[in-house]
């Protein structure tokens, strides 16, 4: 099941196509900071139907909860994330979602002077470190205890004051620079 999920979560990263609209190394927001470049935003963005400012938006909100998480000891090796990758590469279902986007990766792979592989294995490993370090972040936050199991609580007052908390962060850490 974690598997699928993972798979899903990461055909949502690959549905895209890219844009000239700025250079790599255009400065296009900074995180508790960081700067994040075009070039990172491109390696990431979700999909063709949004602009590059909504994934520039999207890329910093999930940038600052990985930092945060890192803030509270999440540390995930690249050994790690290699072997999660592994234990799909190959699988039925991973065959199928790369020829579903093999078009979006060719040409995502081209723009940045990548190799298809070399992209997807990109891509793949920042959906990991997003998914483990997001669990890990808000089970520190929100719950007792610091394991990496989700919280039990799935109140609506729960959810409410977990997005309260995200909002803040996004207001806080993240400052944008967009092209006029």
Known sequence: MKRLLLLLFFAFL?????????????VVAEVM????TAEDVYL??????????????YYAQQKIIV???????????EQEIDE?????????????????????LEEGAEMLN???????????????IE???????????FCENTTIEPCPDTTEEFHEKMNEHVRKLYEEHIEYRFNE
């Open 14 to 26: 690959v549905g895209c196509t890219s844009t000239a609209e700025y250079d790599l190394d255009d």
């Open 33 to 36: 900071g960081e700067e994040v």
């Open 44 to 57: 990431y963005r979700y999909h063709r139907d949004h602009s590059f400012e909504q994934s520039v938006r």
């Open 67 to 77: 930092l945060k998480a890192k803030e509270h000891g999440f540390n995930m090796t």
């Open 84 to 104: 999660e990758f592994e234990s799909v590469r190959g699988t039925r279902i991973y065959e199928l979602f790369l020829e579903e986007y093999l078009a979006s």
């Open 114 to 128: 990548m190799d298809v592989d070399e992209l997807t294995l990109e891509r793949y490993k920042r959906g990991i």
């Open 131 to 141: 998914s483990e370090s997001a669990t890990y972040y808000f089970t520190n936050v």
